[in-house]
Each structure stands twice: as C-alpha cells, then as structure tokens.
C-alpha cells in the first residue's frame, strides 16, 4: 500500500516538475550546411578521364566550401541514364549542374526544364547543339571545354609528319551524335588531308569505348590490312586499337589518341602509341563548378571559355 | 516498439544482404575473380573496370541508400561503383579487417557494423558496412578457397532520420549500437561511429533481450533493449522513469491521466475501506509496467467484477490495450507490406533478363525469398497437364523445413477452383476448417495435407489458365491482406511469363535438334550414295573397255576378214559403248565430287598456253559443223595463274562443245578476261537458246531443257552438273543468259590466285 501511494506521489511530482536532462542529449548539428549544392553529372563511370575531372571538380568542392554532388551514367551510351539524373537532380532542387551531356541534342530538353526550375547550368566538355538549344529556349550557358579540331588536328599531324610515301589511314569516330566527337573527326581529316600520301580509307565509330574499339579495329584491319595510321577520338577507343595490333602481331601501324590517361602516356612511353592530347580535365571539372558558384552570384560569364590542349609525346610525356 | 524499430531495421538491411547475395550469383563478376591471373595489360583492366562498372551500376541504382559496393581480388583489384569516381583512396585497414572478420564469421554476409568509410575520398565519414567472402571450389584439393569479397557501404541518413522521430515523449531517445559496441544511430550524430560509453555498454552486456531500470547520468532511467537476429546489434529505448508514464504517447498519456485521477480518487477510498478494491487497480497498475516488456495482444483483458469506478477502470484499461493493440498491427501490417512491394518489384527485375535455362533456379529462388518473408511453411507451384487430368503435377516447391513435397495434387477436390483461376481470381482461404459443407471434399483434401491456410494465384498465359501457385502455411492460420493478395497475383504472373518463355525456348531449342538430326541424316545418304555409284562405275568401265578394244580389233581387219555388213553392226556397237562410257565418266564424276573426293591440284601455269589448248580441240569441231569459232583474250590476263588445269579445262570444253552441239549457224565465241578479283570465261554461241524456266534448273542432274532434246541432241544431261559443281570446288560461280532462238552466254567467275597478282595490280 505503501508503494501504490509512492507512486501516485511519483508520479503527480514528475508531471509538475522540470525535466532531468540524460547525458546523450540531442543537440543541433555545429557544422553549417554548405551553402551551395552543385552537381557534376558526367558520362560513364569506366574512362579514367572523367576520373580526373572529378578530382579537378573535388578540389573546387573543398575552395569552396560547397557540397558536390558526383553522378555519372554507366555507359557513354547511357543517354536515357543521363536524362534521368537530371530529372532526379531537378526533384532534389540542386543549386546548380555542371554537365558533361552525352548527346549534345537528346539533353537539352530535360536541361530546359532544369533551368526553368532555377537550376544553373554550365556545360563542360562536349557543347550542346547552340542551335537546338536556341531553339528549345535554353541560353546563358556557359560552355568549358577545349578546342577539340585543333586537338584532334594536332594529334593527326603528328601521325601525318612521320609518313613520307603513300600509305592508308582510319579514323576512329566518337558517339556521332556528339560534337566532340564530329570536332576530332574533322582535325583529324583536316590534319591527313595536308599530306597528299595519306588516304583515308574508312571513318567508323566506336562509341568512345573500349571493347567496341578493339572489334571495330579487327574489322578495318580485315578489309584494309595495309592501314599504317589509326586516328582514335579517344584514349580509351585507342588502348582497343592498341590490343588489337598486339593480338594481331602489328608493330608497323601508327596510332593517335585523345585524353591523355596515364594508361595511354604509359603507351606513348613504351612507343605502341604515338601521341595523345591533354586536355586537362580537371581543369575542366575545376572551372565548371567554378563558374556555376560564380554564376549563382549573379557574375555574368563568357559564353565560351576554351582550355588549352597539350600534345603529349614520346619527347615530352615525363615533363 | 523497440522490437517493432528492431525488425525494421533488420528488413531494411536484408535488403542490402539480398543484393549480395544476388551479386556472388553473377557469373561474370565470379568469372572476373578466378581470372584475375590472367595478363593484366592496361586493355583488359580498363575493359574489364568497364563491364564490372556497368553490372554493378544496375545494382546499385536498386537501393537508393547505398554509398558504394566494391569488389575485391585477392590479388588487389578493385571494381567499384559508388558517390565518387575516384578510389584511389583506400582505407586499407578496413578493407583488411572487413575480409578476415567475413572469412572467420559462418555466415554469408557479415555486418561489420559502422565503419568509417572505405573510400577516403567520399564526404560521408561513416557508413555501414557489410562484406562477403566469393569463394570457388577447388576441384584439385576438393575444397572451397575465397577467390575475393564485396563490401557494400550504406548510407546512415534515413536511419537517422527514422529513429530521430520516434516518439517516446520529452526525454527518451532511441540509440543502436553495432556488435563493436559503436553507435549506429545516436541522436547526436557527431557521435555515431564512436564507441559507446562504458555506462550503456555495460547495460547491453547480456546478450538477452529485455528490460532493465538504471541511473545514466544519475536519471532513473527505463531502458528497453533488444538484439538483431540478423546483425547481432542492439536497439534500445530509453525512457526517464520520471516521463515514462506521463509521456509514452498521447493515447498513453490521456489514459494515464484518467487513471492517476482514479486512482488517487480509488486509492484514497480504498486506503480506508475496501482491499477488494486496491488489489484490481494494483494489478492494473503492474500491467502498466508489463506493456514495456511485453506486447499488448500478449497481455490477458482483465475482468470487471463490479460496475462502479473499478469496473469503469478495468474497462478503461481493456480498451486502452486493445487500441494499442490495433496501433500496433496497423503499422507491422503497413511495415510488412512495404518490404514485401519491394520484394516482388526485385523478383520481378530478377526474372527480365534471366536466361532460359536459369529460370527454374530463379523461380526457386524467388519461392524461397518469398516463403521467408511471408513466414509460410510451403509453396507449390502446379501446372495443369495438356490432356485430361486427376492430378496437378507439382513443377516447383519450397518447403520451410526442407521436407519432401508431394509429387503432385489431386485435382478431383480442387476442381472449383481452376474456374475461379480462369476468371483471374485468387483462392484464399484464411481457415481450411472453417470451410462450409459445400466444399467438403476439399476441406478434407487440405486438412489431410496438413494445410490450415492458403493463397493460391493463377498462372496465365494469353489469357489461358497454365497452373497456380499456392501459398500455404501449415503451422498456424494466415491472415492476408487484400493488398498482399494482389502482390501474390502479380508473383503469379511473373512466374506464368517466365516459364511461357522457357516453354518457348524448349520448343525453339527441340526444333533445331530435329532439324539438324535430319539435315545430317539427309547428307549421310547422299553421300553413300555417291560412294555406291563411284564403285559401281569402276566396275562398269573395265567390261566396257574390253568391248571396244575387241570390237576395233574386228573392224579393222587385222585379225580377221569380217564382212561388209558386220563392219556396219560392230561400228554401231562401238559407238554405242563409246556413249555409254562418256555417260558412265561423268556419273563417276558427279559421284566423285558429291563424295567429296574430288581433288583439285592447282599448278603455276600460263593462262594463255591453256587457252591454246582449248582452241586446238575445238576446231575441229567448229569445222565439222561449218561455224566460226573465235577466241579473244584480254592482255591484262596475269603471266602465271594458279589453277588445275584438267579441271578447268573440263568445264570450259564441256561448256563449247554443248554451244557448238546447240548451234546450227552463226558462232562461237570465248572470251578470257579479268576484273581485281577473278578471271572471267564467258562462252557465247548463236544457238537455240535456253527458256527462263529450264534455266532455272539447267545446272541441276540429268536435265536437258527438255526430254526430247536429250534424243534430239545426245548427251547424259550431267554435263552442266558436273561443270557447276566443279566451279563450286574452284571457289568460283557460273551464270547463264539466254533467249530462246538468239543464244546463250554461259559466264563462269574464278577468283585469281596468281604469284605475281599483287605486284601486277599496282603497275595497271
């Protein structure tokens, strides 16, 4: 009995009294958030380049003090992956997105209705069509990227200096859908039509990627077998290349890449690959999250901002 | 409560186990692991991170919270997928303390708990972290070896988020802690990840569950803990004595108001007169301490003995714990149904791109997660034969005892439902002896195998009824939710489209093998056939020399005079013996060559020496028959071809002299020439002409353009035969253009194979 009224007693006092706080007491958070949310949105996670360029967009995250987003699709292919970031992205309410497109068409849709969600958006890399995008409405978007005719155009040259008699060359083609990838295709052409001993026997694409490269070269090996130079878009459609002439015993055959991975200077190194262009990505990714905290800041920035390229050769790839 | 948070939890992660386990199944990865030896230049690196990188981005996109899931060789590869691109920055000591802590643990997936992230490079500090151990068997040593492991980090925020809102009133807080004593959820996040203090991990030093009452910094405080079956940590609730009764929830709260007025009111009257009264508000009140450890619709109603203020309270009470009770249910049911969507939305993404001869391990697979996740006992699935039936054979089962299954249902008692099954309808029964008397037969049918409830779904195809799917539990009675029901049909369509493509498959698969088992059938015979006329015809020619040579002999009159008339007879026996063994040559000829015997032996030779030949023994035919007979010959011809002369030849003579036997007037012509490839032999004549539809089937046996040509003209109709078969062997091609009463052109294609072809080339 004694108890029962206890606890009547217990209970009356706790209901009046002020509350006992327990060591682990819930307590706000000291970190501020940061104060912008950008987003990188990039290709495919399996090519080393964008690798690069998401350190570059990193070290732009920590300058900053502004929380980076990083998404990629799983393929350079992956257009309708890329399209479903954004819109994911648009739901998310990012402050801003920094795009890598895949397509320079098939994203300037979805990209509109981003804007029109007051999302900024900078475009590195590979540019959306300007006339396309013009028309579909979306404008003031600052464009990072290097001059991918005059890289590609440099790289052919380099090929195009070491032949002296007639001889047979290939290029291979980017995601033709792309600008860049039409960008390298015409310094590439342009760079092989200076020398008249050069014929340029077949233009094929590998969709930037690697094990479709290293098919596609077999075919045009098949068909051509005295090909003597290969023009690749990219790094990685080149390492394909690479294996293939190694599989198929060819030492004879003059290769050119884009990008400049470590896996494509190690090739320049031990010779099997010619030359490649730099085209500093992480400066890329740097500058694109640069300019989207700067464009949140209401600056006015210039609608095309243009990377230097490096070429990269046996002479010069240990500087 | 604290049970309720535990099993969710305890879902949420399954999720993440499922995932796993799902991975080690993918046979490339497994493939990537044992291969991992094999050259590792920078091509099959970047291409293998490529293929790797695109299965495991299908994976990861499934769970929103993931972070990253890695695969490691033994050898140090990593395949990752995850919130950055860049892993150069590996937490070593957590990769190694993951694989030895999974390698030593028996289970598949071990729960390292939360861990700082293993990839240094991310912003999200703490994670937590699962891992599993690949193993392959060793066929040499007979045992398994690890060949690498996944570790798959998930994302605390919508943990955090949950166990932040779960209210228990102004100062009770929920914490987890992982089986290495560290916070996984504590609502001051800058503390999770860290080690628990000594104080809280000395009440969790019992590994059992329940409820213990102890001071944490000097509050009395209730704290009510239990363990995850799935990753040994512990959910706890702790509650200040103090606000426990006063601020459970509000339905708590406004019952206990009620209750500390009657009681002071009760205890007041009580204290005075009446014991019989105090006992039931004791009772009432130990039962209020009770609902901490044990669940409301565990706990007895009381009885109301008398209809005053006591009566009214226990009533009170009653009802209190009945609306606790619903609470409770509501949100377990709601909880349940969730996990289960998700499970049927991962079967159904498991089975879109399965391969056929994997599709009845996938079925086994999704029973099983289902079976588990529904606590059933058994899982049948019947298909219905094609012709009359008394029973349904069973194609699947799962049992959750891995007991035996029947090998099929009787249909007689299950007859009613195959017509609710055709109209799309599920059976469910949520009682097998509560079934009325109509359905006697199959409540006895059940009840012998033991079922007490049950769900069984069609499986349809183009709206044909192909079986069903029965969920049974055998234990004890099934409640199914009508939502759940729906989950379970939609179960029954994705395994009915599944085995309609492996139905398809089979039959695709069963036409190919019949086709190619005739097909090999056919040519078998064809060529003992041809090897049965090849002997034949040996034997048939060494008779048919000795006639001939016996015959000139006689008519020639060296051995004796023969009369005029006699010469007369023996030359026409000669002729016609002659005839019979140009007919018995090509025979042996075409068997040869559909024997597959025909040897081609290809010399360096001078094409237009062989041209010349040719021309010598066709005069005298163009002669006989008063034509012209011409040969032109292009000087780009290469000095030296390759090619078997007596082949050639034959085809060539044959094809001059059938011109010059079908032209009357008019000319021969033989053009020799050549384009990059081949050479070109056209041979032209002025003759009767071949009709479009003789031509069609001119190269085939024993075809003349028609049989009365064969006694107008002669010839064994094996000529052409023999000829476009030759040319097959050649590797090249014939074609013919013809009008009837205009003349033919008879085209044949050879590719060249000449010593010198290349260099010439270049010099046209």
């Known amino acids: 009995m004694k108890r029962l009224l206890f606890l009547v007693l217990a209970l009356v006092i706790a209901s009046c009294t002020g509350q006992a706080t327990p060591e682990p007491a819930p307590e706000a958070s000291n970190t501020p958030a940061p104060q912008y949310r950008v987003a990188l949105v990039m290709k495919t996670l399996t090519n080393p380049f964008f690798i690069a360029m998401e350190e570059g967009a990193r070290e732009a995250e920590d300058e900053f003090d502004i929380e980076l987003i990083v998404r990629t699709a799983a393929q350079e292919t992956s257009i309708q992956q890329q399209i479903e970031i954004i819109d994911n992205l648009i739901e998310e309410a990012v402050d801003a997105i920094v795009i890598a497109p895949g397509d320079s068409i098939e994203l300037v849709p979805v990209l509109k209705r981003a804007q029109d969600a007051g999302i900024v958006i900078i475009n590195i890399d590979n540019q959306l069509d300007p006339e396309f995008s013009a028309s579909e409405g979306l404008v003031d978007v600052p464009f990072i990227s290097v001059d991918n005719e005059e890289g590609a155009y440099l790289a052919g040259q380099y090929l195009a200096n070491q032949i002296s008699e007639p001889a047979q060359a290939v290029i291979l083609e980017g995601i033709r859908t792309a600008g860049n990838a039409e960008d390298r295709k015409n310094g590439a052409v342009r760079a092989f039509e200076e020398n008249e001993n050069i014929e340029v026997v077949a233009m094929e694409t590998a969709n930037w990627q690697i094990d479709e490269a290293n098919r596609v070269a077999g075919e045009l090996f098949t068909d051509n077998p005295d090909i003597e130079l290969v023009f690749a ?57 640069q300019y989207a905290i700067r464009a949140l800041q209401g600056e006015d920035l210039p609608a095309e901002t243009m990377v230097d390229v490096l070429v990269v050769t046996s002479e010069n790839v240990d500087e | 409560m604290v049970a309720n948070q535990t099993d969710l939890l305890d879902l949420q992660l399954a999720q993440i186990e499922l995932l796993m386990i799902n991975l080690a199944g993918v046979e490339d990865i497994r493939q990537t692991l044992l291969d991992q030896d094999a050259a590792n230049t920078a091509y099959t690196r970047l291409a293998t991170q490529a293929e790797i990188g695109n299965i495991l981005n299908r994976y990861i996109t ?171 940590w512990v959910v706890a609730a702790f509650t200040p004595v103090e606000t426990l009764t006063a601020d459970v929830d509000s339905i708590r709260t406004a019952t206990l108001a009620v209750v500390i007025a009657s009681l002071m009111v009760v205890a007041a009257v009580a204290w005075f007169y009446d014991s019989t ?149 599920a059976v469910y029964i949520p009682d097998s002896h509560r079934l009325d008397e109509t359905r006697l037969a199959e409540k006895d049918y059940l009840l012998s195998l033991g079922i007490k409830s049950l769900v069984s779904v069609p499986i349809a195809t183009a709206d044909v009824l192909k079986g069903f799917i029965m969920f049974a539990s055998l234990q004890e009675k099934r409640v199914w939710a009508e939502e759940n029901i729906g989950l379970l049909e939609l179960v029954g369509q994705i395994v009915g489209t599944a085995l309609e493509r492996q139905r398809v498959e089979n039959e695709r698969q069963q036409l190919v093998d019949e086709l190619r088992t005739a097909n090999e059938m056919a040519q078998e015979s064809s060529r003992l056939k041809s090897e049965f006329l090849a002997t034949m015809s040996h034997e048939l020619r060494t008779p048919l020399n000795a006639i001939q040579g016996f015959t000139s002999i006689l008519i020639e009159g060296l051995i004796v005079e023969v009369p005029a008339e006699a010469v007369n007879m023996l030359e026409r026996i000669h002729a016609n013996s002659k005839r019979l063994l140009a007919l018995i040559n090509d025979v042996l000829d075409i068997s040869r060559i559909e024997a597959g015997r025909m040897q081609l032996s290809p010399t360096s030779l001078d094409p237009r020496q062989l041209v010349e030949t040719w021309r010598k023994e066709v005069s005298v035919l163009a002669e006989q028959k008063g034509l012209t007979f011409e040969i032109n010959y292009s000087d780009k011809l290469p000095k030296l071809i390759e090619v078997d002369p007596d082949a050639l030849s034959k085809v060539v003579l044959n094809l001059l002299s059938n011109a010059f036997k079908f032209t009357h007037e008019g000319q021969v012509t033989l053009n020799v020439d050549r384009n990059e490839q081949y050479w070109i032999l056209q041979v032209t004549d002025t003759g009767i002409g071949i009709p479009d539809d003789a031509a069609e089937y001119i190269f085939d046996e024993f075809r003349q353009v028609d049989q009365s040509s064969t006694r107008a003209y002669g010839g064994t109709g094996l000529g052409l035969s023999i000829v476009y078969k030759i040319v097959r062997a050649m590797g090249g091609d014939i074609t013919l253009v013809s009008a009837v009463g205009t003349g033919s052109i008879f085209t044949v294609t050879l590719p060249i194979k000449s010593p010198l072809l290349e260099s010439e080339i270049k010099n046209d």
């Open chain 2, 62 to 232: 499934s769970v929103p919270q993931l972070v990253s899931i890695n695969i490691f060789s033994l050898q140090g590869q990593n395949y990752y997928v995850g919130d950055t691109l860049n892993v150069d920055d590996i937490r070593e000591d957590i990769r190694e303390s993951a694989y030895n802590e999974a390698l030593a643990s028996d289970q598949s997936v071990y729960w390292q708990g939360i861990e700082p992230n293993i990839n240094a490079n991310s912003n999200i500090e703490y994670v937590i972290t699962a891992s599993e151990v690949i193993y392959n068997f060793n066929r040499e040593l007979l045992q398994q070896e690890p060949i690498g492991f996944f570790l798959v980090t998930y994302n605390i925020d919508d943990i955090y988020e949950r166990f932040s809102t779960v209210d228990l009133g102004n100062d009770g807080y929920m914490l987890v802690v992982d089986s290495k004593r560290r916070y996984v959820y504590h609502p001051r996040r800058d503390l999770i990840g860290t080690i628990a203090s000594p104080e809280i991990q000395s009440i969790f030093s019992s590994h059992v569950d329940g409820t213990t009452v102890t001071e944490i910094s000097s509050v009395a405080t209730v704290v009510n803990y239990t363990h995850s079956d799935l990753t040994g």
């Open chain 1, 233 to 289: 878009a990219n790094d990685m459609m080149a390492l394909g290349v690479l294996q293939y002439l190694e599989d198929a015993e060819r030492d004879d055959v003059l290769v050119a890449g884009f990008d400049a991975l470590d896996d494509a200077k190690d090739a320049v190194r031990a010779g099997t690959l010619q030359v490649t262009i730099d085209q500093q990505a992480a400066l890329q990714g740097y500058t694109g999250v």
């Open chain 2, 277 to 425: 009264v105090v006992a039931p508000i004791r009772e009432i009140t130990q039962r209020f301490q009770r609902l901490q450890d044990e669940p409301a619709d565990q706990q007895a109603r009381m009885v109301a003995r008398s209809k005053d203020e006591v009566g009214e309270l226990v009533t009170w009470f009653n009802s209190f714990l009945d609306n606790l009770v619903m609470k409770d249910r509501a949100e377990l049911a709601l909880i349940e149904r969730i996990v289960f969507e998700q499970l049927v939305t991962q079967i159904s993404t498991e089975f879109i791109n399965v391969a056929p001869q994997k599709i009845d391990a996938t079925i086994e697979k999704a029973l099983d997660v289902i079976g588990r996740a529904n606590q059933l006992d058994a899982i049948y699935v019947c298909l219905l034969p094609d012709k009359e039936f008394t029973q349904l054979p069973i194609k699947h089962h799962w049992h959750l005892d891995k007991t035996e299954s029947p090998e099929h249902l009787s249909s007689v008692p299950l007859k009613p439902w195959l017509e609710w099954l055709q109209d799309h309808q």
